[in-house]
C-alpha cells in the first residue's frame, strides 16, 4: 500500500469523525449536548492523537495522520455511548444505518493503520536482526542499543493504541448486533450487515493483535 493511498483512507473517516456529530441537529438540548461532547471528544483526541503519531513514526506527515485518526477515535468514544449515539436518530432504522457506516468507517481506518505498522515491523524485523548483530559483534555500544528500544517502546505503544481501540469498537458493535437480533431477528437485513461488520472487525482486531505481538518479539531481541 502506498503512503499516499493510506493518507487519503485516513484522512476521509478522520473528517468524518470530527464534523459529522456537530452537523445533526435536534431541537433537543440534551441531544445537542451529547452531539458537542461528541464533536469535542473527537477533536481532542485527534490534537492528542495527531501529537503521538509524529512522535512515533519516522514519516513525520504520515505519522501525524495515523495518530490523528487514532486520537479522533478515542475522542469519539469518550464522549459516546450507545444509548447517547441513539438518541440523536428518529428512528431505529437511521440509528443501524448510522452504526453500520460507523463501524464501516472504523474498519477502514483501522485497517490502514494496521498495514502502516505491519510495514514497520516489516522494517524494524531486519533493523532489529542488524543492530543484534553489531551489538554482538562489538561494533555497537549499549547506549546505543538503548536509544533504539527507546524508540521501538513508542511503537510498540501505537500498536498497542490501535488494538483497544479496535477491541472497544468490536464490543460496541457486538452489543448493538445483539440488541438487533433480539428485536428485529437474525434475518432482518440490519441485523445481517452488523453481523458482516463483526466478521470484519474481528479480522481488524486479529490483525492488530498479531502487530502487537511482532512488535513485542522484535523488541525482545533487541533485550540484550
Not at 185 to 202: I, S
Amino acid at each position: 500500500m502506498s503512503t499516499c493511498h493510506s493518507e487519503k483512507k485516513l484522512l476521509i473517516p478522520l473528517v468524518i469523525a470530527v464534523l459529522l456529530p456537530g452537523c445533526a441537529t435536534s431541537p433537543d438540548n440534551a441531544t445537542n449536548d451529547q452531539q458537542a461532547t461528541v464533536a469535542q471528544g473527537a477533536i481532542f483526541g485527534a490534537v492528542l492523537g495527531g501529537l503521538l503519531g509524529a512522535a512515533v513514526s519516522d514519516n513525520k506527515a504520515t505519522g501525524a495522520l495515523i495518530g490523528a485518526a487514532a486520537g479522533g477515535l478515542i475522542g469519539a468514544g469518550i464522549g459516546s455511548s450507545i444509548a447517547e449515539r441513539k438518541a440523536q436518530y428518529a428512528s431505529e432504522e437511521d440509528f443501524l444505518v448510522a452504526e453500520i457506516h460507523r463501524n464501516q468507517e472504523f474498519i477502514r481506518e483501522a485497517d490502514a493503520q494496521n498495514d502502516q505498522i505491519y510495514a514497520d515491523i516489516i522494517r524494524l524485523d531486519r533493523e532489529s536482526q542488524r543492530l543484534a548483530g553489531e551489538y554482538r559483534a562489538g561494533r555497537l555500544s549499549g547506549d546505543a542499543l538503548t536509544g533504539k528500544k527507546a524508540s521501538m517502546e513508542k511503537q510498540l505503544a501505537q500498536a498497542r493504541q490501535v488494538n483497544s481501540l479496535v477491541e472497544k469498537q468490536l464490543a460496541d458493535a457486538a452489543e448493538v448486533h445483539r440488541e438487533s437480533q433480539q428485536k428485529r431477528g437474525p434475518e432482518d437485513q440490519y441485523t445481517r450487515q452488523l453481523e458482516a461488520n463483526l466478521a470484519q472487525l474481528k479480522a481488524t482486531r486479529e490483525q492488530a493483535s498479531q502487530n502487537v505481538v511482532s512488535l513485542e518479539s522484535i523488541y525482545d531481541r533487541m533485550s540484550i
